[in-house]
């Protein structure tokens, strides 16, 4: 397994099933860079896929942080909120951290946990109002190069995955119920990354509603606390 663009003067650590280089100490101001060049992104709008970019999600965590959760793209309020899963989504991520044995607000928790979105704008209410919308293919692609970026300066040791475009982005095009349950592996930009797919919190889904969804439900979160163990998250 390959350590691409660890860059020079980096030791690789072999951690488990993966390799794990030491964070750059400039990692960090790079990705306020970062930030604020998604801030001042307007390539969907530029492309026609959206009528503003209002709000953007600007990731939080620092560079420390040991895993990566990333979900589908920030809600309406998310410019309103300085913390993201603050709602009810959030009381539902912390309870299913706390399942997994991590403290309480340990998804707050910066030096431990970074989180982001496959993109960063929000996408508008879903059809019906049902939900936000999914952004679509197109949307993806543009803000696939943040995410890359986001995934090269954190260098995580486990990404936790929230929902199906995160799941297909990351992991590949399988229904959720394939992907739920046993540990998976990411590939991205030649490093592989342990992974524990989740559904969205939100609550819209009714994918939880099955009895067999909720036994790999369980399974995934004993999952994360198996990879919270094994790699000191
Ligand atoms: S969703 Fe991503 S690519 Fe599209 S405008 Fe927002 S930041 Fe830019």
């Not at 896929?49 to 560079?63: Q, Y």
């Not at 942080?65 to 912390?94: D, E, N, W, Y």
């Not at 508008?124 to 696939?144: F, I, W």
């Not at 930009?189 to 559904?199: K, N, Q």
């Amino acid at each position: 397994m390959g350590l691409a663009g660890a860059g020079p003067g980096l030791v690789a650590l072999r951690t488990g099933a993966v390799d794990v280089a030491p964070q750059s100490p400039r990692a960090r101001p790079r990705l306020a860079l970062l930030a604020d060049e998604v801030a001042g992104c307007r390539r969907c709008v530029g492309a026609g896929l959206l009528a503003e970019v209002h709000p953007v999600w600007r990731g939080r965590g620092t560079s420390r942080a040991r895993l990566l959760v990333v979900g589908q793209a920030p809600g309406a309020s998310g410019h309103l909120h300085p913390k993201p899963f603050t709602g009810a989504a959030g009381r539902t991520l912390r309870q299913w951290f706390a399942g997994a044995g991590f403290p309480e607000d340990a998804i707050h928790d910066g030096s431990r946990v970074f989180l982001t979105s496959v993109t960063k704008c929000f996408p508008g209410p879903g059809p019906g109002d049902k939900g936000d919308r999914m952004p679509s293919p197109a949307e993806v692609a543009l803000c696939r190069p943040y995410l890359d970026r986001e995934f090269a300066l954190v260098r995580p040791r486990v990404v936790l995955v929230l929902g199906r475009l995160a799941a297909t982005e990351l992991v590949g095009r399988r229904p959720l119920t394939d992907l739920v349950g046993p540990e998976q592996v990411i590939e991205r930009l030649g490093r592989t990354y342990p992974a524990i797919v989740l559904p969205h919190p939100s609550g819209i889904s009714r994918w939880l509603n099955d009895p067999e969804h909720q036994l790999r439900h369980r399974q995934a979160l004993a999952g994360l606390a198996d990879l919270r163990e094994r790699f000191d998250l």
